[in-house]
């Protein structure tokens, strides 16, 4: 796990002139148990040294004292993310201890509503009182999101919102405009720098897009020059989404 901490923090200190936020993925650090969360604590760490915004993607979805145990777990000195992925399939019940915990410690959820992968659609197309279910989903995201919302415009409860599906990241960004909107799928999952273009406000905010595989790994196991080809990858993507 040393070799895992290394390469994660170089990967941080590469990347740091380009991004401003960074979003690690739980379960490539739970895979490796014990010590594989210890080098996702380390990480997380190091990120805010380097005054990366942290947003903690687990994904996280259920119900009372676990749900606000998890909540704890990612607000709270255990892993300290300024930001957390939630699924709301459970309902309100189990999104409120997330919204209660990011708001006592000043931080906030982005909550799954309109994703990146390719059946997506199984549930989220879904049509319920004329509209499709995702639409829904993020209607009551923007009301959770309202009390937060500050002298920016934008909230504390945000969406996820993929970039594969641009015309209805257009249609959810003219409804919700006071609603941040992460969004994954650029880069290796398919979609383009024109695609998240309607992700953004006319004020160039509300919208965190993000580069994954696309950033961390362009190059080949064996390549000599792997720094170079991320700090090139990185300066691809800032130069694609400016």
């Known amino acids: 796990m040393v070799a895992f ?19 690690p993925q739980s379960a490539f650090f739970e895979l490796f148990g014990p010590a594989g969360f210890k080098a996702q604590a380390t990480l997380l760490r190091c990120a805010k040294e380097l005054g990366f915004v942290t947003i903690l993607d687990a994904k996280r979805g259920d119900i009372a004292s676990t749900a606000t145990a998890y909540a704890d777990a990612a607000f709270g000195p255990i892993w300290n993310a300024d930001s957390l992925t939630i699924n709301p399939y459970l309902g309100r019940d189990a999104v409120e201890p997330f919204l209660s915990a990011a708001k006592a410690a000043k931080c906030g959820v982005f909550v799954l509503v309109r994703t990146s992968n ?15 279910l995702y639409w829904h989903v993020a209607a009551e995201v923007a009301q959770w ?28 960004r003219a409804e919700f405009p006071n609603v941040w909107f992460l969004v994954p799928g650029y880069g290796a999952q398919g979609g383009t720098a024109a695609d998240v273009k309607a992700a953004y406000r006319a004020d160039g905010l509300g919208a965190v897009v993000n580069s994954s595989r696309g950033v961390v790994f362009p190059f080949h196991p064996d390549d000599p020059d792997w720094e170079a080809k991320i700090v090139a990858a990185a300066a691809k993507a800032q130069a694609e989404l400016k």
């Open 145 to 172: 999101n309202a009390s937060t919302i500050g002298e920016c415009g934008l909230g504390d409860v945000g969406a996820v919102v993929g970039a594969t599906h641009p015309q209805e990241l257009a249609d959810l």
């Open 5 to 23: 901490e290394e390469f994660g923090k170089r990967v941080l200190n590469l990347v740091s002139p380009f991004a401003a936020i960074v979003k």
């Open 118 to 132: 390719p059946g997506s659609g199984l549930f989220q197309d879904l049509k319920c009182d004329g509209k499709p």
